[in-house]
């Protein structure tokens, strides 16, 4: 049965054929598919030109085979059966046979980059992801048609609990329920679109439609200012040569002055110049590029290399460095010739051109990892930078003419980190230059004459071009500005407001973000949602739509903002500061564990479980709850301010419970209506989504005292390993567990997870972060001298002191201290030797060598106790050269050490580290007398030590001795006594009643002398005279006894 088309289709398919815009319509129903054909032919009989050629995406199976002989085989069948006449035509048969399709899976979506159709047709909602949207969407020419086949449903609302593919990824082991809030915001988005028709199968038009009000555009699309301003820059150029002749095949003004600039840069032959191309997709960069390297051509440059992540991306490039080469007069094989690849991979991509019109003359392609062969290069292209590791991208520039292209939106939305990381690098270090030549220029003064030839420039020159209007379709395209709100693919950066400076951290407060009314399409929310993915694109190097699913979607993931103090006189939303992005990881049940450990069966998420219970063969690590922080974005404008420590304290702080009192009765959860829940009288020609009423929604910002915080053990983090970001981590209190020993494709950076405990945990709940930090530093230190050799040595000292802060959670009696018994097994005595002598600069530090590697690991271990303390430039020094084997110069450029100096240094460190081991020696040697380990038991059965024993010995010893020596004297006085006694003492007589007697009295009384000996005879004088014999003996003897007799009187 015939029936009349609705005219609202003709009529905006045929209005945007005239503006050159592309349309966008979704079908509804399981008869969308035969609908495509009256959409084909209106958009045929709309345009002027050829029958359009359509792209056919899906998921698996296709509904219908798109092989004719099948097809003719099928209807033989038919025929046969009876089930179909033999002339009878069917219209969907008739338009496969007679249209140029291309087939193609949603998994090998990629392969249709660069090429051009003239409609879209999208199958299988369920198997479509952000990233297939936008890179089927853009394939899309000027006057195209998109269309996106739904099935029959009694309202669009029940896409919203609709399970996607994607979601399978999003389940983890513990959070398994599934909100599809990305299919809610999709359809609401669509009312917002004003080429877009939401049809039934049988065209009807939908009312949630933006589009049903269309009307005809009378005249068609005149030409432009800017159609104009090209015209007269080709005119006005004509005559100018070569550039006049290329600019002749410039589609757009940007276009024309992206060439202009690339061709003043090359006519300068200064070769320490680069020049930055960023656009949107379908912008024509490669084109200006190819452009740009025929100019090169014509001005002499012999040496030029091109460079992309896959050479098959530069066919559009190379299409256009021939289409320039052509309009300079080159001819094919008499003045150049074209060097396909043999490699398999690449598709016989072109990787070479020789030219020899005047000289030879080469354009090479090389892979982004080989910039040491651009030794003599004159011209280095770099198309589609942004998907090159920025590491790579650094070695690409050199001293030469260097040309940077990058998307900076689009599908992959990769580009921003180019323009804000690389290209403010080059930024600021051309201000700096010209600030240092301006006051250079103040201090030589206008009378100081300046040299004529100067040294070149230590800093490169910077350009910077930007493409705006697109050539695949014309400017003002409504589907790609519905397709950019919808991605958020032109999300920018507010800049920061002078009114309300920048508030102190600590005046600042961590938000809960609701993600049911973040992605509910509300105004409001739709701007928040735009400052939140600027964030996001403005501080990570890879943004992609894809992303923007998963946080919505993903039941793990929760969303966190710092926001500066806000007022209750406000009125609008505050900018954010900061963006978290958690997610909940762990609690993975034991049989999952097991499973995962023994059979490789794992499940989506929980990336920190899994890595670290592989790594370690520790299961119950995977059974413990955490958190991953899976972004941390902070405002450009607002870097090292404190603001991202501000919000990982306030984030530990709430998972700790310092915010919400567990004490409190816990306030009942406000039930909101159900958006998804349809009446069975509903129908798609009266239903229309609309937003929900703020009311109807939770609160877009929570204050984390209103929310009860998960039960978790730990938070960890995974990134790309950097000096800046490492510092920023270990500062946060996070501890290195896992470094990966191959460096990402996209960044070129080692990915390291770090992990710390929550503020509530003491020391003896988190034994198992020091266990682990423990054999990370030990696995650590041996692979320095493998894969992380590549690492500075400052990088590497500080993984070890951030790994340190994890192991000091151990009980310290459990790092044992070096023995002598190991040091004998570690160092002979000469290798002690040589480490002492080299200590006394005896020696050269070639002959210790070898002795390094070990020395290195006992320090960095803690095996040599407090005694040894090495500054951070002896430590660096003992790292790079004892664990990463580098040589004393390599470890001198990195340092920037004089050589003599760091030997001077390293000289003193070897001083201690011998002085102490010498010291352990000694103290081994001294521990051996006595043995205080050897112990007796006596009769009674207690233990008496042989040291007490040999004490008490040695006091009973003592005593003996004294007595002995007391009786000895005692005999010895008895034995004086009885001598004295047998002598005749009556011969020392003195007579005190003589003169003698009476002047020595006066003598002494009067004490004119010091001495009180005087001397006086005896009164037996005269017989001593008798006896010659010994007569000279005795009255000496007698007069020293009266002597001493008269001084004891006095």
């Known amino acids: 049965m015939r029936k009349q088309l609705d005219q609202r289709i003709p009529i905006l398919i045929d209005n945007n054929v005239k503006k050159n815009h592309r349309s966008f319509i979704v079908l509804v129903g399981d008869k969308g598919r035969d609908q495509v054909v009256n959409l084909h032919f209106l958009l045929s009989q709309a345009r002027v030109s050829a029958r359009p050629n359509v792209l056919w995406c899906y998921k698996k199976e296709l509904g219908f085979t798109s092989h004719r002989k099948k097809r003719e085989a099928k209807i033989k069948r038919d025929v046969k059966r009876g089930i179909r006449e033999v002339n009878e035509h069917d219209p969907f048969e008739i338009f496969i046979t007679v249209t140029d399709i291309r087939y193609t899976y949603y998994k090998e979506s990629e392969k249709i980059l660069g090429n051009t159709f003239g409609m879209l047709v999208l199958q299988d909602f369920e198997a479509i992801t952000p990233n297939l949207l936008a890179r089927t969407i853009e394939t899309v020419e000027g006057g195209g048609l998109v269309v996106l086949l739904l099935k029959t449903m009694a309202s669009l609302r029940q896409l919203y609990t609709m399970t996607m593919d994607v979601h399978a990824r999003y389940r983890t082991s513990s959070q398994h329920d599934v909100v599809a809030r990305f299919n809610e915001r999709f359809i609401l988005s669509l009312s917002s679109c004003d080429d877009c028709l939401v049809l039934d199968d049988e065209l009807n038009v939908l009312p949630i439609s933006r589009g049903k009000d269309i009307t005809v555009v009378r005249e068609e699309r005149r030409k432009g200012a800017e159609e104009s301003e090209l015209k007269e820059l080709k005119e006005t150029l004509a005559d100018t040569k070569p550039v006049g002749d290329l600019v002749k095949l410039a589609k757009t003004v940007d276009q024309a002055q992206a060439v202009l600039t690339f061709t003043d840069a090359i006519a300068e032959k200064a070769l320490s110049s680069t020049v930055t ?8 960069k490669s084109a200006a590029l190819g452009l740009a390297i025929a100019a090169a051509l014509a001005h002499g440059y012999s040496n030029i290399f091109v460079t992309s992540p896959n050479p098959e991306n530069l066919n559009t490039l190379f299409e256009f460095v021939f289409k320039g080469m052509d309009a300079l007069g080159y001819e094919e094989h008499l003045d ?54 920025l590491p790579l991208v650094r070695n690409l520039i050199g001293p030469y003419l260097v040309f940077l292209a990058s998307t900076i939106n689009g599908y992959e939305g990769t580009g921003r980190s180019l323009s804000l990381k690389l290209i403010q690098q080059l930024r600021e270090s051309t201000r700096l230059s010209l600030s240092n030549e301006i006051k250079e220029d103040a201090a030589a003064g206008p009378s100081t004459k300046r040299p004529i030839y100067t040294a070149p420039p230590k800093v490169r020159t910077l350009r910077e071009v930007k493409l705006d209007t697109p050539i695949r379709y014309s400017a003002g395209d409504k589907v790609e500005q519905w397709l950019n709100a919808l991605l958020c693919l032109d999300a920018t950066i507010s800049p920061r407001s002078a009114l309300h400076g920048t508030p102190h951290p600590s005046q600042c407060e961590l938000f809960y973000v609701s993600r049911d009314t973040l992605f509910s399409y509300h105004p409001a929310s739709e701007a928040f949602l735009q400052r939140m993915m600027a964030l996001y694109v403005a501080s990570h190097y890879k943004n992609q739509p894809n992303d923007l699913q998963l946080m919505s979607d993903a039941p793990a993931h929760h969303l966190f903002v710092l926001l ?23 609690n993975i049940s034991k049989q999952a564990i097991l499973d995962g450990l023994q059979r490789g069966l794992r499940a989506g998420g929980d990336l920190i ?41 306030a984030l530990n702080a709430y998972y700790s419970g310092e915010y919400f009192n567990l004490d409190e009765s816990a306030k009942a959860d406000v039930p909101y209506s159900d958006t998804a829940t349809i009446r069975e009288s509903t129908t798609l020609l009266t239903d229309h989504p609309t937003v929900r009423p703020a009311t109807a929604m939770p609160p877009l910002l929570q204050r984390l005292t209103e929310r009860k915080p998960e039960n978790l053990d730990y938070l960890g983090v995974s990134y790309g390993l950097t000096s800046q970001l490492l510092r920023f981590w270990k500062r946060a209190g996070y501890v290195p567990l896992y470094i990966r020993q191959t460096q990402s494709e996209l960044t070129g950076e080692h990915t390291i997870v770090m992990v710390r405990g929550l503020r509530s945990s003491t020391d003896e709940e988190l034994g198992w972060l020091g266990e682990f930090s423990k054999d990370f530093r030990r696995r650590f230190l041996t692979l320095l001298s493998f894969k992380f050799r590549e690492f500075n040595s400052i990088m590497g000292l500080s993984v070890l002191e951030a790994a340190n802060t994890g192991v000091k959670y151990l009980d310290p009696d459990s790092k044992p201290a070096l023995t002598s018994q190991e040091l004998s097994f570690l160092f002979t005595p000469f290798d002690l030797k040589r480490l002492d002598s080299y200590s006394q600069n005896l020696l050269d530090y070639h002959i210790i060598l070898d002795l390094l590697p070990t020395v290195a690991r006992l320090y960095f271990e803690k095996r040599l106790g407090e005694g040894v303390r090495l500054s951070a430039i002896q430590s660096s020094l003992l790292l790079g050269m004892g664990l990463q084997r580098k040589s004393v110069e390599a470890v001198e450029a990195e340092l920037q050490l004089p050589v003599s100096q760091a030997l001077a240094l390293f000289v003193k460190l070897i001083r201690k580290i011998s002085g102490n081991l010498q010291e352990i020696q000694r103290a081994a040697v001294s521990a051996t007398i006595p043995v205080p380990a050897q112990v007796s038991q006596d009769g009674t059965g207690s233990i008496v030590s042989l040291v007490a024993d040999a004490e008490r010995g040695l006091k009973n010893m003592e005593a003996e001795l004294d007595v002995a020596g007391d009786e000895a004297t005692t005999a010895l006085q008895e034995k004086q006594r009885a001598i004295i006694d047998s002598l005749d003492l009556s011969r020392y007589a003195i007579d005190d009643a003589s003169a003698d007697w009476s002047i020595a009295e006066a003598q002494i009384r009067g004490g004119r002398g010091q001495s009180t000996v005087v001397s006086v005879k005896t009164s037996n004088a005269a017989g001593l005279k008798r006896k010659l014999d010994g007569a000279a ?13 008269l001084t004891k009187k006095h």
């Open 277 to 284: 191309l960023t656009a949107g997709r379908g912008r024509g």
């Open 336 to 389: 150049y010739d074209i060097a396909q690849s043999t490699n398999p991979d690449f598709n016989k991509a072109i990787v070479r051109v020789n030219v020899f019109r005047g000289h030879r003359q080469t354009i090479q392609y090389i892979q982004p990892q080989d910039a040491h062969v651009l030794g003599q290069a004159e011209l280095v292209i770099v198309d589609e930078a942004a998907a090159i590791p």
């Open 564 to 586: 500066p103090p806000i007022t209750n006189d406000e009125t609008h939303l505050p900018e954010p500061l900061v963006v978290l992005q958690v997610a909940l990881e762990g």
């Open 609 to 649: 479980p899994w890595l670290v219970a592989q790594q370690f063969q520790e299961g119950k690590f995977a059974m413990m709850s955490g958190a991953r922080i899976v972004r941390i974005a902070t405002h450009p404008d607002y870097l090292s301010m404190g603001y991202g420590a501000r919000a990982l304290n």
């Open 1033 to 1045: 003996e005795a009255p000496s003897v007698k007069t020293k006894k009266n002597r001493r007799s």
